[in-house]
Nanobody
Framework: QVQLVESGGGLVQAGGSLRLSCAAS????????MGWYRQAPGKQREFLAS???????NYADSVKGRFTISRDNAKKMVFLQMNSLKPEDTALYYC?????????????WGQGTQVTVSS
C-alpha cells in the first residue's frame, strides 16, 4: 500500500506564495508520474500540474507561469511552488502519484491540504 501525505497549505493574502509538499511512503518499487490537482467547493477536481519521472513538467493554462512543480526522487516527494496567488486559487489541493509495488502501477491520492487565498 502507498500512502501520500500533503503539507504546506494555509491562509495567504492575494499575491502571496505557498509551497506544497507531498511525501510518498509504503511499499514502493518505483514512481512514474507525480502531479497536483485541486477541488473547490461545488466544482470538479481540476488538474494543475504533473511531472514525469525524468522531470518534464506539464501545467494547466490556469496556473502556467505562476505555479512550478518539482520532485525529489530520492525522497519520493513532489512539490508545488505557488506564486501570485489569487482568491480563485482557494481549494483543497491533492497530490497524485502513479507508483508500482513491484507488481503493477496504480494511482494514489493524498488526503488533501487546504489553500485559502484572501482578497
Amino acid at each position: 500500500q502507498v500512502q501520500l501525505v500533503e503539507s504546506g497549505g494555509g491562509l495567504v493574502q492575494a499575491g502571496g506564495s505557498l509551497r506544497l509538499s507531498c511525501a510518498a511512503s509504503g511499499i514502493i518499487f518505483s514512481i512514474n508520474g507525480m502531479g497536483w490537482y485541486r477541488q473547490a467547493p461545488g466544482k470538479q477536481r481540476e488538474f494543475l500540474a504533473s511531472i514525469t519521472a525524468g522531470g518534464s513538467p506539464n501545467y494547466a493554462d490556469s496556473v502556467k507561469g505562476r505555479f512550478t512543480i518539482s520532485r525529489d526522487n530520492a525522497k519520493k516527494m513532489v512539490f508545488l511552488q505557488m506564486n501570485s496567488l489569487k482568491p480563485e486559487d482557494t481549494a483543497l489541493y491533492y497530490c497524485n502519484v502513479r507508483a508500482s509495488n513491484g507488481m503493477r502501477y496504480a494511482d494514489y491520492w493524498g488526503q488533501g491540504t487546504q489553500v485559502t487565498v484572501s482578497s
